[in-house]
């Protein structure tokens, strides 16, 4: 690929100041050179337009992506909600991977570079390989007995070991996914988080909480009337904590949700910020009308935040500019830069990929988003997130992958 650059009203590099009127050189795939034009070639003018790294959604369940609204109705509660989940999966008439490759498509319409996706047991390789689209792919595991727990063990090793993965350096990288505390075992979270990368929801509705604390509520009332119920595979554990040092043996862990982490939780977080990750997901949180969400805590406590979208069966679209949108309405007094980061680098650090993503830095990959902004006066951070200007090109390893202009 022969050397170009792009100029922009603003370049956003996230690790360092906007420029104004701010280029980029890319050459064979990556950033060359930033606040220069070194390609020998007039630079592409973008226009009125803040140009930012691909941002990064941690956390999705792109099985859904064909859902025109979300499951069920906003305010449910969780247990109500699963059983909507469920009885979606049971009327499914066709592989999830149509609705995979639809999600992907998506995504990147929407400005997302690498995604961190779950994948259930149907899971198959093709729509990622067809996408220029960056992946860590988590296995989902659910067992509550030792028997169960021993096959879900087996099929992750056999998943994560697949030559899908074999290259270090591909786009698609495997982890594991314990899916919650009220499907998972203890000893499974445990087993499992020695396998490599974990992500595991944690902390997600009152009725979780319940369940640990009390092993009683709605959450039980589920589990009997699936006849999956068993006193002994809540033993040992009666609080997130227990979960999150059970996690923290992992290589690297996204807790996913921790709508109601305490402080204790958080510090825990903290304490491990190089290897453990908190992943807000906004408009999922907003959808179950939960309490509010302790993101000015977690990040004075100084945990990793990162976001994530979910899935369109709790969310109207895959979009993390709207997700970082809504935190910038929602929580009004944080510095935009701090949600703008969230969006890109923290996300990438969260899934271990911000040697090559994330930011617009000299080596790494050529992964771009032009976002048209509106009029004012506000720094370009305030005018990305504050107006609801819509993105306009995408490009992925300097591959111009999505445009709605000539370039």
């Known amino acids: 690929m022969s ?11 996230v690790t360092a100041q ?7 050189t890319i050459a064979d795939g990556r950033i060359v050179a930033v606040g220069e034009n070194t390609s020998g070639k007039p ?31 906003p305010g449910m509660s969780m247990p109500d909600w699963i059983r909507c989940v469920l009885a979606a999966r049971s009327e499914r008439t066709q592989a999830s991977s149509a609705a995979i490759a ?63 993965f074999a290259d270090s350096s ?26 490599g990368p974990t992500a595991m929801h944690v902390a997600e509705s009152q009725e979780e909480l319940e369940l640990l604390a009390c092993r009683s509520g709605p959450f039980r009332d589920l589990l009997s009337q699936r006849g999956l119920w068993r006193v002994d595979s809540f033993a040992t554990s009666r609080r997130p904590l227990e979960y999150l040092h059970a996690l923290a043996i992992a290589p690297r862990t996204l807790v996913i949700h921790g709508n109601y982490l305490d402080h204790e939780e958080l510090a825990f977080l903290a304490a491990r910020r190089a290897t453990m990750s908190l992943v807000y997901c906004p408009r999922t949180h907003h959808f179950f009308a939960h309490e509010a969400y302790p993101l000015a805590v977690a ?7 990162a976001l994530g979208t ?19 309405r929602e929580f009004n007094h944080l510095d935009p830069k701090i949600i703008l980061a969230m969006g890109t680098i923290a996300g990438a650090e969260a899934l271990g990929r911000d ?22 006066q506000e720094s370009p951070e305030e005018l990305l997130l504050a107006h609801d200007g819509g993105i306009s090109s995408v490009w992925v390893r300097g591959e111009l992958v999505r445009c709605s202009a000539d370039l």
Request: charged content about 20%; aromatic content about 6%; some cysteine.
């Open 102 to 164: 639809r999600g992907i498509d998506e995504s990147l319409e929407c400005g997302t570079t690498l995604i961190g996706e779950i994948a259930t047991s149907d899971w198959t390789p093709g729509p990622f390989a067809a996408s220029p689209l960056d992946a860590n792919v988590y296995f989902e595991l659910m067992a509550l007995s030792a028997e169960r727990q021993q096959m879900q063990i087996e099929y992750a090793c056999t998943q994560i070991r697949s030559d899908v």
């Open 299 to 305: 990040l004075n406590q100084g945990v990793r935040v």
């Open 43 to 73: 630079p592409i003018d973008l226009g009125d337009v803040a140009l930012l790294p691909g941002l990064v959604n941690c956390h999705s369940h792109l099985e859904f992506s064909d859902l025109a609204t979300p499951l069920g109705r």
């Open 355 to 376: 040697d090559a993503c994330g930011s617009i830095e000299v080596g790494k990959q050529a992964d771009l988003v032009a976002v048209n902004l509106g009029c004012g």
């Open 170 to 195: 591909a786009r698609l990288s495997a982890g594991v996914s314990p899916h919650a505390p009220y499907t998972a075992s203890l000893d499974m979270v445990r087993e499992a988080a020695l396998l």
């Open 3 to 13: 050397a170009f650059a792009l100029r922009a009203r603003y370049l956003l590099p």
């Open 18 to 24: 906007p420029m104004a009127g701010g280029v980029v």
């Open 310 to 328: 979910d899935s369109r069966a709790s969310n109207p679209d895959l979009s993390l500019l709207a997700e970082m949108r809504f935190v910038a």
